[in-house]
């Protein structure tokens, strides 16, 4: 019986972060981060590609996310790098953060069903964990006029009118599904070079 609960406990600090498995969740939560704030300022010039950066970098990040948590192998990662992706992409948005944690929360719990061995669970997280990529847009329903008038200080008034006429109420809906798709799309390019390059040189 003190075997089993030795060996029941030596599972359960398994499955704890460690302080490398937090350095190396924190240095791939960056690389994430930049990766993504280059897409998004790199395309938000044009205001319907700044409506699609949720599909863009769905596809484009998936690969560092599924990196990430496939080495760390642990609870927690999905759920940092979801809680930096809201400090940086959702302050002063309430709705927006709470729903990055949500999104992220999600990742981890659909990775915990996995009992962190199963590879499809690693990958059916990434298009729930893309959700985080929609949540910014929440203030176009709940603080539209506050999102606009960012818009038109940070470019310009006419980018602002093309940005509210290129989203009209129900936007944001159509932005979440987009973020899911770009996060299906993403994990099936992340799954083949993840196996013909990561598994072979035997970083995870």
Known sequence: ???????NSNQQNDRRMKTKDLIYAGAFGAIYLVVMLVIVMGTSGIAIMYLLAPLTVGIVCATIYELCVLKVKKFG???ILGVLFSLVSCMGNIPGMIGCFIAALLAELIIKAGGYSSRKSY??????FNLTMAMPYTML?????????????WYS????D???????SWIWYGIAVE???GG???VLLASKLIKKHFDKAGII
Do not use: H, N, W
């Open 179 to 181: 973020a899911v798709i």
């Open 123 to 128: 990958l059916a997280s990434y298009p729930i």
């Open 1 to 7: 019986m003190a075997k089993r609960e030795v060996t």
């Open 141 to 153: 329903g709940f603080q539209r006029e506050t999102f606009i008038r960012r818009a038109a200080d």
């Open 77 to 79: 990662p999905a759920l």
């Open 162 to 168: 093309a940005l509210d006429a290129a989203a009209p």
């Open 157 to 160: 008034q006419g980018y602002a």
């Open 184 to 186: 299906i799309i993403g």
